[in-house]
């Protein structure tokens, strides 16, 4: 779980398909299967949350397991956030 946790910070996606690939009980926790799909392409780190507290708890119910799920939030719009500004930075500059 460890292992998932570590690259999931760095590589949220190759960490989502290899629980899929390797662990399909966690696959099956996301249902339907377009949500978890959707939360692939979209939000990877509130996906990746949502699939490890489900594994660790069996349900994803509570304060604790809601502020973990707005960090992954965080981290993901964060991510949209940095991605536009960077574009919108890098056409700025090119700008005569």
Do not use: N, Q
Not at 13 to 22: I, K
Not at 36 to 45: R, S, W, Y
Request: glycine share 10%.
């Amino acid at each position: 779980m460890c292992l998932y946790v570590a690259l999931g910070l760095v590589f949220p996606r190759v960490s989502l398909a290899l629980l899929c690939l390797f662990r399909p009980e966690w696959a099956a926790a996301v249902r339907p299967w377009w949500l978890g799909v959707l939360g692939f392409l979209v939000v990877p780190f509130t996906t990746l949350a949502y699939l490890l507290i489900h594994a660790a708890s069996g349900d994803v119910s509570g304060l604790g397991h809601l502020v973990i799920l707005l960090v992954a939030l965080t981290m993901d719009l964060g991510i949209w956030k940095g991605r536009k500004g960077r574009d919108g930075a890098s056409v700025e500059a090119c700008a005569p």
